[in-house]
């Protein structure tokens, strides 16, 4: 299983960025899909996450109204679209996948698969 995470950067405060992460080695369609993030000197944080269908999302709290999570099924990726980004931000976002843990528990950790991680950096 493969989990490549893209997309990340440097952007302005208030800026916008999109992360892919396309997965390869399993049944994508049956899998919940997520991102955590990495600040340097932090544990690493939950921060969406939705389930097989797309119908069941869940964010951290302090990214909700900021960030949304979506897939597409026929590509085998998940996208996190991030808006008004905050210095807080910047961290290395991780996607990762798991068969039978809804997304609802996903902060609780313990996923089956992890990608590696992509930089971003938001300037303030």
């Known amino acids: 299983v493969q989990l490549q995470a893209s997309g990340g950067g440097l952007v302005q405060a208030g800026g916008s960025l999109r992360l892919s992460c396309v997965a390869s080695?399993?049944?994508?369609?049956?899998?919940?899909i997520g991102w955590f993030r990495q600040a340097p000197g932090n544990e690493r944080e939950f921060v969406a996450a939705?389930?097989?269908?797309?119908?069941?999302?869940h964010y951290v709290d302090s990214v909700k109204g900021r960030f949304t999570i979506s897939r597409d099924n026929t590509k085998n990726t998940v996208y996190l679209q991030m808006s008004s980004l905050k210095p807080e931000d910047t961290a290395v976002y991780y996607c990762?996948?798991?068969?039978?843990?809804?997304?609802?528990?996903?902060?609780?950790?313990?996923?089956?698969?992890w990608g590696k991680g992509t930089q971003v950096t938001v300037s303030s």
């Open positions: 080695g399993l049944s994508f369609d049956e899998y919940a």
């Open positions: 990762a996948a798991d068969l039978t843990i809804p997304p609802t528990n996903w902060a609780r950790g313990g996923m089956a698969y």
């Open positions: 939705l389930n097989w269908s797309g119908g069941n999302r």
